[in-house]
Structure formats: structure tokens, C-alpha cells
């Protein structure tokens, strides 16, 4: 684990735009389209319970997450681990606050209704993955 550079960190709030690979069991790469902000030591989206980039990182967390601008030409890869806060692992009141911090830095504001939100976090059984890297990379460092 390393600490993001100030300009990675910078990057990672400017933009939101995410390309996650995953592992499939085959050993072949599982790619999935994530929206996502810097958080914690590292990049963060929130993926729903069954979820095939989910289960893949449940068995090898190992993963890369491009974060792209808009227009695709500046990119950072955060090559790691992904750590995921679920409601197998976390308790209750902790993941609802993950889970806000997540919207809140892959979105860059709040939501307009926390108790509505936080209830289709529960209804989509849904989890928090950070990707904590242990390499960075691309365009934009």
C-alpha cells in the first residue's frame, strides 16, 4: 500500500469516470465500467451484491482501475488490492457511512435524500470496493 500523491488524489476528485479489471475464475480479465472517486488510500465505487466484478474480487481481490477524464486521452491506473466493505463484513451504521462517502466522492456532492439513498443501498444489498494500489500509473502522473 502506498499513499496517493497529491496530484493523483487531485485527479482521482476531478474525475470519475472508471474502467475496473477483475478476474474471472478462467483467469481471464472481467472488465466493468465504474463510477468512482478518490477515498480512503485509494479509488472508490459502490457495485451491487451478485455482481460479477463483485464476486471475482471477493475470490482475488487483486485488480487494476483506470480512472479516465472525459475524453479518454488522461488516465491514471491504480494497480492493487481491492477492499470491500459489505454487509458480510461491516457493521451496519459503518458501511451506510461508507457507502455515503463513496456517492459523495464519485460524485463530487451529496445526495438529495440520504434516508431514500440509504435504503436502496440496503434494498441492492450493495457493497463499497476500494481499490488500494500498489503501483500507479499513466498520462496524467
Known amino acids: 500500500m502506498m ?7 487531485k485527479f482521482a476528485t476531478e474525475n470519475h469516470r472508471g474502467v475496473l479489471t477483475s478476474f474471472r475464475r478462467n483467469g481471464m480479465p472481467q472488465l466493468s465500467v465504474v463510477t468512482c472517486g478518490e ?9 451491487t451484491a451478485g ?11 487483486r485488480c487494476s482501475l483506470m480512472v479516465s477524464k472525459e475524453d479518454w486521452w488522461g488516465y491514471i491506473v491504480f494497480e492493487g ?3 470491500i466493505l459489505s454487509r458480510d463484513n461491516t457493521p451496519a451504521d459503518e458501511l ?21 439513498y440509504d435504503q436502496a443501498m440496503v ?3 450493495r457493497a463499497a470496493v476500494i481499490v488500494v494500489p500498489d503501483q500507479i500509473y ?3 502522473v
Open 96 to 116: 451506510r457511512d461508507a457507502l455515503r462517502d463513496v456517492y459523495r466522492a464519485a460524485t463530487g456532492g451529496d445526495h438529495s435524500n440520504w434516508p431514500e
Open 51 to 61: 455482481r460479477a466484478k463483485l464476486l471475482n474480487l471477493q475470490r482475488d481481490a
Open 123 to 125: 434494498d441492492d444489498r
Open 81 to 83: 488490492k481491492a477492499a
Open 138 to 140: 499513466g498520462t496524467a
Open 3 to 9: 499513499p496517493l500523491p497529491n496530484d493523483v488524489k
Open 39 to 47: 477515498y480512503r488510500d485509494g479509488v472508490a465505487f459502490s457495485t
